[in-house]
Nanobody, 119 residues
Framework: QVQLVESGGGLVQAGGSLRLSCAASGIIGRLNAMGWHRQVPGKQRELVATVTSTGSTDYADSVKGRFTISRDNAKNTVYLQMNSLKPEDTAVYYC?????????????WGQGTQVTVSS
Protein backbone atom coordinates (compact mmCIF):
# COMPACT_ATOMS: atom_id res chain seq x y z
CA GLN A 1 0.00 0.00 0.00
CA VAL A 2 1.10 3.52 -0.77
CA GLN A 3 0.82 6.15 1.93
CA LEU A 4 1.06 9.90 1.41
CA VAL A 5 2.06 12.25 4.21
CA GLU A 6 1.60 15.98 3.68
CA SER A 7 3.15 18.85 5.57
CA GLY A 8 3.64 22.59 5.31
CA GLY A 9 0.17 24.04 5.62
CA GLY A 10 -0.68 26.88 7.94
CA LEU A 11 -1.84 30.45 8.31
CA VAL A 12 -0.31 33.21 6.22
CA GLN A 13 -1.20 36.76 5.28
CA ALA A 14 -2.22 37.67 1.77
CA GLY A 15 0.85 38.11 -0.41
CA GLY A 16 2.83 35.61 1.62
CA SER A 17 4.24 32.22 0.72
CA LEU A 18 3.95 28.64 1.86
CA ARG A 19 5.58 25.43 0.72
CA LEU A 20 3.72 22.14 0.88
CA SER A 21 5.44 18.77 0.84
CA CYS A 22 4.05 15.30 0.25
CA ALA A 23 6.11 12.16 0.68
CA ALA A 24 5.02 8.78 -0.65
CA SER A 25 6.03 5.66 1.24
CA GLY A 26 5.27 1.97 1.32
CA ILE A 27 5.17 -0.31 -1.70
CA ILE A 28 5.24 2.30 -4.45
CA GLY A 29 6.07 0.41 -7.63
CA ARG A 30 6.16 2.84 -10.53
CA LEU A 31 5.01 6.25 -9.35
CA ASN A 32 3.64 8.21 -12.28
CA ALA A 33 1.82 11.48 -11.75
CA MET A 34 1.72 13.33 -8.45
CA GLY A 35 -0.28 16.40 -7.76
CA TRP A 36 -2.15 18.73 -5.49
CA HIS A 37 -5.85 19.39 -5.29
CA ARG A 38 -7.78 21.63 -2.94
CA GLN A 39 -11.25 21.78 -1.49
CA VAL A 40 -13.32 24.28 0.41
CA PRO A 41 -16.48 23.36 2.31
CA GLY A 42 -19.49 23.01 0.04
CA LYS A 43 -17.45 22.88 -3.14
CA GLN A 44 -15.93 20.12 -5.24
CA ARG A 45 -12.28 19.25 -4.94
CA GLU A 46 -10.36 21.01 -7.70
CA LEU A 47 -7.05 20.39 -9.36
CA VAL A 48 -4.27 22.79 -8.43
CA ALA A 49 -1.20 21.33 -10.12
CA THR A 50 0.24 18.04 -11.33
CA VAL A 51 3.68 16.78 -12.30
CA THR A 52 4.57 13.59 -14.14
CA SER A 53 7.56 11.35 -13.52
CA THR A 54 9.33 13.07 -16.42
CA GLY A 55 8.70 16.54 -15.03
CA SER A 56 5.83 17.72 -17.17
CA THR A 57 3.58 20.07 -15.22
CA ASP A 58 0.05 21.37 -15.44
CA TYR A 59 -1.62 24.11 -13.43
CA ALA A 60 -5.07 25.48 -12.78
CA ASP A 61 -5.47 28.87 -14.41
CA SER A 62 -6.10 30.44 -11.02
CA VAL A 63 -2.60 29.58 -9.75
CA LYS A 64 -0.47 29.95 -12.88
CA GLY A 65 2.43 32.28 -12.28
CA ARG A 66 2.06 32.04 -8.49
CA PHE A 67 2.40 28.35 -7.66
CA THR A 68 5.19 25.99 -8.68
CA ILE A 69 5.00 22.21 -8.43
CA SER A 70 8.19 20.16 -8.31
CA ARG A 71 9.19 16.64 -7.60
CA ASP A 72 12.13 14.71 -6.17
CA ASN A 73 11.88 11.25 -7.70
CA ALA A 74 14.66 9.88 -5.48
CA LYS A 75 12.62 10.80 -2.42
CA ASN A 76 9.19 10.10 -3.92
CA THR A 77 8.22 13.57 -2.79
CA VAL A 78 6.25 16.33 -4.44
CA TYR A 79 6.33 19.98 -3.44
CA LEU A 80 4.05 22.92 -4.02
CA GLN A 81 5.61 26.35 -3.66
CA MET A 82 2.84 28.87 -3.23
CA ASN A 83 3.68 32.55 -3.64
CA SER A 84 1.55 35.69 -3.72
CA LEU A 85 -1.15 33.88 -1.81
CA LYS A 86 -4.68 35.23 -1.89
CA PRO A 87 -7.58 34.71 0.52
CA GLU A 88 -9.31 32.67 -2.17
CA ASP A 89 -6.47 30.15 -1.96
CA THR A 90 -7.75 29.18 1.47
CA ALA A 91 -8.64 25.48 1.37
CA VAL A 92 -7.63 22.03 2.47
CA TYR A 93 -4.90 20.89 0.12
CA TYR A 94 -4.69 17.21 -0.76
CA CYS A 95 -1.77 15.37 -2.26
CA UNK A 96 -2.51 12.76 -4.92
CA UNK A 97 -0.39 10.01 -6.43
CA UNK A 98 -1.06 7.75 -9.39
CA UNK A 99 1.07 4.73 -10.15
CA UNK A 100 1.33 1.04 -10.88
CA UNK A 101 2.42 -1.91 -8.75
CA UNK A 102 3.07 -4.84 -11.08
CA UNK A 103 -0.18 -4.89 -13.07
CA UNK A 104 -2.33 -3.02 -10.58
CA UNK A 105 -2.82 0.71 -10.83
CA UNK A 106 -3.47 2.91 -7.84
CA UNK A 107 -4.74 6.40 -7.16
CA UNK A 108 -4.22 7.49 -3.55
CA TRP A 109 -4.78 10.61 -1.52
CA GLY A 110 -3.16 12.18 1.48
CA GLN A 111 -5.05 13.25 4.59
CA GLY A 112 -5.04 16.92 3.62
CA THR A 113 -3.38 19.99 5.06
CA GLN A 114 -5.13 23.26 5.82
CA VAL A 115 -3.96 26.45 4.15
CA THR A 116 -5.51 29.67 5.41
CA VAL A 117 -4.74 33.04 3.84
CA SER A 118 -5.88 36.06 5.78
CA SER A 119 -6.68 39.37 4.12
Amino acid sequence: QVQLVESGGGLVQAGGSLRLSCAASGIIGRLNAMGWHRQVPGKQRELVATVTSTGSTDYADSVKGRFTISRDNAKNTVYLQMNSLKPEDTAVYYCNAVGVIVWNSYNVWGQGTQVTVSS
